[in-house]
């Protein structure tokens, strides 16, 4: 009678434990490969575009953006060509789907065709690491590998993290877009200098500039700058820039326009335009005093802005040049 009530003690607790086994969550794959199973559950696949409406003929930047959500480590192997892992899905405004060009996607003077996979340093590397929160991102050019035609289209993205097995992410997001037609070059001129003709000088440039800082309007600073040339007036991402292929420089420069637009840590207080100076026909200097303070941080800077104007075209803030003024 005791080995009985034994055994109906011992099935009772199994009973009570089974459907907990049954609905546990398998952490590894078949073949015991828990990284199969940590990139399903855990990466994320977004696109981003800067702008939604182009030119007939101009460059398509699409950005494949995979993010680490999960809480462990995930090891991505991406296949070569990266066209194999990066993949996108093109509908029409009808619906229908784009097929590829072939002709276009081995376009000889595609930045990513050149470039191997590479981790979070930009080193080359067949395996990609990317922590908790971590984020790779690789820039694909939609018109080098479709025939666009003017009209609205529907472009989600496929990523294919692992050579090694049969795994195919979609993303979350789906991009709209418009091609326009390019109008007449005739018109586009015209209104190109009737532009010029109605924009401000140099020194009005630099006004605006300082005054949209001061007014906490941010946002405005790409307005009034030539992004791929001041850039180079800060050290901290001058020289990722110089390094990176082109491909990556559009990373560094988005980033750099993100710094930009979130303001300075010591807010401009006052400034004084001093003087403009014409370097040449095209360049100009103009000299600012600014006064900056935080707290009981207080100093006053000596900035030379340079300006250039290309022919047909505003000026534009290229660099600048601060020095602290000794009192």
Do not use: C
Not at 309 to 323: C, E, L, Y
């Amino acid at each position: 009678m005791g080995a009985r009530r034994f055994l109906h003690f011992i099935l009772m607790l199994l009973a009570g434990f089974l459907p907990t086994l049954l609905m546990a969550e398998v952490d590894t794959d078949a073949r015991g490969d828990r990284n199969v199973n940590d990139v399903n559950r855990n990466i994320k696949v977004n696109l981003w575009l800067e702008k939604t409406v182009f030119k007939e003929d101009e460059p398509i930047a699409i950005l494949f953006r995979i993010t680490n959500a999960g809480h462990r480590t995930v090891r991505l192997y991406p296949f070569t060509p990266e066209e194999r892992s990066f993949q996108f899905e093109v509908l029409d405004r009808n619906g229908r789907e784009l097929g590829d060009d072939p002709a276009r996607r081995f376009d000889p003077d595609d930045d990513v065709l050149e470039n191997h996979p590479v981790d979070l340093a930009g080193d080359r590397t067949r395996e990609i690491q990317l922590q908790p929160g971590e984020t790779f991102e690789r820039r694909l050019y939609l018109d080098r590998h479709y025939d666009l035609k003017p009209g609205e289209y529907r472009v989600s993205g496929l990523f294919l993290p692992d050579a090694r097995h049969d795994i195919m992410l979609r993303t979350v997001n789906r991009l709209k877009l418009r091609i326009e037609k390019r109008t007449s070059p005739f018109v586009y001129d015209e209104a190109e200098n009737t532009a010029v003709e109605a924009g401000p000088d140099a020194e009005e440039t630099v006004y605006l500039f300082l005054s949209a800082e001061m007014a906490g309007k941010t946002e405005k600073y790409l307005k009034y700058v030539d992004l791929r040339k001041f850039i180079l007036s800060y050290d901290m991402f001058a020289r990722q820039y110089l390094r990176s292929s082109k491909q990556q420089q559009e990373v560094v420069l988005q980033r750099f326009a993100e710094y930009l637009k979130s303001g300075p840590t010591d807010p401009l207080r006052r400034f004084r335009i001093l003087r403009g100076v014409q370097e040449t026909p095209d360049r100009m200097r103009v000299d600012v005093l600014a006064l900056r303070s935080s707290g009981s941080y207080r100093v006053e800077y000596m900035y030379n802005y340079y300006l250039d104007r290309a022919p047909g075209s505003q000026w534009k803030i290229t660099s600048v040049v601060a020095a602290v003024q000794n009192k």
